[in-house]
């Protein structure tokens, strides 16, 4: 089991007239694997949440393990943890500062103490596994376009072999095609390297879309925990959060207002279509 999370709390600036509760007893629990999406409004705490599992914040209360290891025990490496557990920001600038694209890729590497030849093997093959051309390696990663800067953070990431892949809202400002690419890509390094991904996103689209499970945060608490199915089934208590559901939900649930016996489960465009067409043979 990657990640148990016992009764965890966070307060901003506690002990101050400007105390904030971020997390408020929040407990879960992340399997080896799992392809999960967090998702929540602005001030939820979905951020806050994220942040605790490589260490950046450290709990008011509560306790974190991560594989069976208490992440706050006086003797637990947090140096490790962060190289299992990697994060890409929502802005890729905050983690691009290298001359090159490849020196970038190989600072991870060459933090965990690895010879210089399995580093740049990492970085080559990190690039490679993101879609980056060989010419982009040698140039400034601030000459790049925002989706290649993208793949540049995540390639960073990916040469550490992190067992665990947080990403923050990876697509924030790309257009449709740009926004596909990179969640087809990760999906695509989710089969291949088996790790366990946590998505966190503000397109209901991208997440029923990808993720097997959503946690929905509202004001530091979860919401709900399950399969998007079930989670989107609850589209009227998620709009009164600031959420939604993606697009197709509505749709199906319009058809089966309007007369139509269609299945309201649909959360992607091809269930949908799926549903409608089994509707379309059952009149036959």
Not at 83 to 111: A, I, R, S
Not at 178 to 196: F, K, P, Q, S, W
Not at 213 to 240: K, T
Request: charged share 25%.
């Amino acid at each position: 089991m990657a990640f148990i999370l016992d009764k965890v709390s966070y307060r901003y600036s506690e002990g101050t007239a400007y105390e904030m509760t971020a997390l408020d007893q929040v407990s879960l629990q992340i399997q080896d694997g799992e392809f999960i999406g967090v998702i929540g409004h602005t001030g939820s705490g979905k951020s806050t949440l994220i942040q605790h599992l490589n260490g950046l914040l450290k709990a008011t209360e509560g306790a974190i393990y991560f594989n069976g290891q208490d992440i706050y025990d006086k003797d637990y490496d947090l140096r490790d943890l962060r190289t299992q557990v990697g994060m890409v920001f929502q802005y890729p600038e905050h983690q691009l500062f290298e001359e090159t694209v490849f020196k970038d890729v190989c600072f991870g590497p060459k933090n965990q103490g690895l010879p210089e030849k399995d580093v740049t093997l990492r970085a080559y093959e990190a690039l490679r596994s993101v879609g980056l051309p060989d010419k982009y390696f040698d140039v400034s990663p601030f000459e790049l376009s925002g989706g290649q800067k993208r793949r540049a953070a995540i390639a960073g990431v990916l040469a550490m072999k992190p067992s665990v892949l947080i990403l923050d809202e990876p697509t924030a400002g790309l257009d449709p095609r740009g926004r596909d690419e990179i969640l087809d890509l990760i999906a695509e390094m989710h089969v291949h390297y088996g790790n366990t991904v946590i998505l966190v996103s503000h397109s209901m689209e991208d997440v029923a879309k990808y993720v097997d499970r959503i946690i929905v945060m509202d004001h530091g608490h979860v919401m709900f925990d399950d399969v998007p199915r079930e989670v989107f089934h609850h589209y009227r208590e998620l709009e009164e959060i600031g959420l939604a559901a993606p697009q197709v939900t509505y749709l199906m649930h319009e058809m089966q207002e309007r007369g139509l016996d269609v299945n309201c489960d649909a959360t992607t465009v091809d269930e949908a279509r799926d549903a409608i067409l089994q509707w379309i043979g059952n009149q036959r």
